[in-house]
């Protein structure tokens, strides 16, 4: 049994959502009903959008809890990547929810990872949210992007360009197999990844207060966690679509921009060919377990975190 996220009904995702069978619930029904449901911001940052709201609500969804979104703006940024008037309608400032709490906080990757983490326009805006959530959110998953702004920010780490992006699909294995976030795992499992920078690995092994729970030696690391799961940090992306890293692909490729066949995705490596999804069910199983361990751990009365 799964419950719903609470999502505007006019939200593009919630219609996007519905016809895949995803439970949804409006906002207005959901005001009926006697119980407290996950309070749950999201900073989107994605080039995509409306893509990146429907792929993460899709995964929210698959719990027994309902969730109550918030979605997250950054006002110091003027964004190009959803319709006219989108941001302004569903989306809300950081500064708004300064004096607020939420049981959990997800911050995406960003298309700006070349830059240096200090000359990101929203950068001093991103780095305010980042010190509220350690007081006012009881577990933050930050993804990408979002996972390496959140370890230079929090602990010092810093990044370093590829050699050569890192695309395509990757086995990952799980360092912790007995924590919250990997119940149900196997041993070994897919993830997609796609970033031109990684963080030092080194470092974050040196840093007595992280915890490297999944990597691999293609990709490097892929999970770390702080404070006993209240920070997760995410470097790959195991809420894509089956069809995200091709349009990414042929993206790039109209742009001119030197890129390779994403590792692991196409059959026989041949772009004409439909991808296998072969990472869905930990991505939902990782989503899942994240939400369980919020609602188990989470004071009922968010004023007392």
């Not at 929810?97 to 830059?115: H, K, Q, Y």
């Not at 991103?126 to 933050?140: E, P």
């Not at 990044?159 to 007995?178: A, M, S």
């Not at 999970?223 to 799961?229: E, F, L, N, P, R």
Request: aromatic residues 10%.
């Amino acid at each position: 049994m799964s419950m719903p996220i609470k999502i505007p009904i006019a939200l593009p995702a919630y219609n996007a959502l519905r016809e895949e069978n995803v439970f949804v619930m409006a906002d207005i029904r959901a005001l009926q009903q006697d119980i407290r449901p996950l309070k749950v911001a999201i900073v989107n940052l994605m080039p995509t959008t409306l893509d990146t709201e429907v792929q993460l609500l899709r995964l929210l969804s698959n719990s027994p809890l309902q969730v109550d979104i918030t979605f997250l703006r950054m006002g110091s940024h003027e964004s190009h990547n959803a319709p006219p008037g989108h941001l302004e309608r569903f989306y809300i400032s950081s500064e708004r929810i300064l004096n607020s709490r939420f049981d959990g906080l997800i911050i995406t990757g960003a298309p700006v990872e070349i830059l240096d983490f200090e000359k990101v326009d929203y950068w001093d805006e991103l780095a305010t949210v980042l010190d509220y959530s350690s007081n006012n959110v009881w577990s933050t998953l930050h993804i990408c992007w979002g996972a390496q702004a959140g370890l230079y920010h929090r602990y010092s780490i810093p990044k370093r360009t590829l050699d050569q992006k890192l695309f395509g699909i990757f086995p990952h294995h799980v360092n912790e197999r007995h924590t919250a976030l990997f119940r149900g795992f196997d041993d070994e499992f897919l993830a997609p990844q796609s970033r031109h920078t990684e963080s030092d690995r080194k470092v974050i092994a040196a840093t007595s207060a992280l915890s490297i729970q999944s990597e691999t030696a293609e990709a490097g690391v892929f999970i770390v966690t702080a404070k006993d799961g209240r920070e997760i940090y995410v470097t790959g992306h195991l809420e894509y679509d089956p069809l995200t890293l091709d349009r990414e692909y042929h993206r790039d490729l109209g742009k001119g921009l030197p890129i390779a066949i994403p590792k692991n995705y196409y059959p026989d490596d041949d772009p004409s060919k439909t991808p296998v999804v072969r990472w869905r069910a930990h991505a939902h199983l990782f989503f899942s377990n994240w939400l369980n361990y919020v609602y188990q751990e989470t004071p009922y009365n968010l004023e007392e975190l």
